[in-house]
């Protein structure tokens, strides 16, 4: 991209771009948010009023061909990534889209061969591996802090009645057919992308999903199993109508462990025999900007994908072989 600016529009201007991400679009340098778009007219204009940002679509096609507006956002639910990710492509605009990166593997796999088709960029928002955290956990596995990496027990539990979705006036995490498959496939890109970004590209994965509560219409318990290179084992357990709250991860190695969290604000934690280090990291304003930084600098030429297509593809695959389809 020959300008020195990203002009981005968002689609979709829901809940995840009040803080999580929109204002830092406005703080990266070289970097400024222009319109957004939203089904809703009246939605569209209000936030565009509140953010400060010029101006507002109902009409995604009228954003992607807005002459001002460079680079976008897809922060719709899911079952729209694949349509205005590709439509955004072929127009010449890069495209960072939100996770899951579309409701199937498949999906993914179209966005990925339309960015290779058109020549256009595009990163998928696994921000998480861009946060200070993260990165933290990562440069400790590769010092060989814990010595060899041999085992991962990975936590996400969440009782129903604490699930602000349930509330919501359009749960669509709960309707596979836009979100994909339930509250499963809306967290656990987060945490397997993770696993992607420390240890590889897993060589087995398999899965058992069941909908045990009958409570919606999305299977809301989940247990994984991948094989990643230099035969480390990973076991997840999902299930979100437990009593029990627990977000927990921990990394076992031959010479110790890491244990952290994904979503709650906690200590990361180095255990080698008898010794404990802790590791304490301020909580981010907005929990996408250092990603949002990083696909501005690739999207002006000044570094790397910090997410490629292919990878947010192989998370995707991941994902449905958990759920019980085939790696």
Known sequence: MTDNTIRWGIIGC?????????P???KVPHSKLVAVMRRNAEKAADYARRHGVERWYSDAEQLINDPEVNAIYVATPPLQHEEYTIAALRAGKPVYVEK????????????????LDTGVK?????????????????SLLEEGAIGVPRLVNLYCLQPHRDNKIAST??????????????LFYDLAPHQLDLMLYFLGTPEKVSGLSVNASKLYGADDTT??????????????????????????????GTGGSLQFSIFDHRLLVLKQGDREQQFAFDPLPHVQQPMIQKVVDYFLNRGDNPCSADEGVTVMQMIDAMAGGEW
């Open 14 to 22: 829901g809940d995840v771009t009040e803080v999580k991400s929109g």
């Open 24 to 26: 830092a679009f406005n």
């Open 100 to 115: 899951p990166m579309a409701i199937h593997a498949d999906a993914a796999a179209r966005m990925a061969q339309a960015a």
């Open 122 to 138: 595009l990163t998928v928002a696994h921000y998480r591996r861009a946060q200070p955290l993260f990165l933290k956990v990562k």
């Open 169 to 182: 006036e359009d749960p669509w995490r709960y309707h596979p057919a836009i979100s994909g498959g339930g």
């Open 223 to 252: 247990i994984g199993q991948a094989l990643f290179p230099n035969n480390v084992l990973f076991n997840g357990t999902w299930s979100f109508t437990v009593p029990e709250k627990r977000d927990h991860c921990e990394i076992i």
